[in-house]
């Protein structure tokens, strides 16, 4: 007997006419990102400190018919943060997801500590599945967080690593 006021496991996958922003979506992990959510149904807004990036990500994705919007952000600057959400909830009424994805620039980073290939040799040898995420390995536990099936998952980093973290 199915009970009219349970809601199928898929459905709460859905994302359709979500607002998502998503910081530093002009690298590499940000524009998977903002693929994975835009494949969703997100309307993505993406954006970095390097605006010219953003643009032809945001493109990329309308050719594929998805919504998608390229903006200047600097997560290191609170004027600049305050004035974007601003605009966001301006513009579209809401923020529905935020995927903080923006790094801000410290130093040197590990593999440049211990050399490239030391590093990668290193990483798949000492995580248990052996090798880099790679784009559906991050897709998926995006989707998630940003879906009502994680409605009840709060203060919580899920480590997509591979098993990095284990040792």
């Given at each position: 007997m199915k009970n009219d006021f349970i809601i199928s496991v898929l459905e709460k996958f859905k994302l359709d006419r979500q607002i998502a922003?998503?910081?530093?979506?002009?690298?590499?992990?940000?524009?998977?990102?903002?693929?994975?959510?835009?494949?969703?149904?997100?309307?993505?807004?993406?954006?970095?400190?390097?605006?010219?990036?953003?643009?032809?990500?945001?493109?990329s994705l309308r050719q594929q018919g998805l919504l998608a919007s390229g903006h200047d952000l600097d997560v290191g600057s609170e004027p600049a943060m305050r004035e974007f959400?601003?605009?966001?909830?301006a513009?579209?009424?809401?923020?529905?997801?935020?995927?903080?994805?923006a790094v801000l620039k410290y130093g040197s980073?590990?593999?440049?500590?211990?050399?490239?290939?030391?590093?990668v040799g290193n990483y798949?040898?000492?995580?248990p599945m052996g090798r880099f995420a790679d784009d559906e390995d991050i897709k998926g536990p995006i989707v998630f967080l940003a879906s009502s099936a994680a409605s009840y998952v709060t203060w919580h980093t899920l480590i997509v690593a591979g098993g990095w973290t284990s040792w």
């Open positions: 922003v998503v910081t530093g979506s002009a690298g590499l992990y940000g524009e998977l990102i903002s693929t994975a959510l835009a494949e969703a149904g997100v309307r993505v807004i993406i954006s970095s400190r390097n605006g010219k990036k953003c643009e032809p990500v945001a493109s959400v601003a605009w966001v909830v513009e579209y009424g809401r923020i529905d997801t935020l995927a903080n994805n980073g590990v593999a440049e500590s211990f050399g490239e290939n030391e590093f798949k040898r000492f995580t």
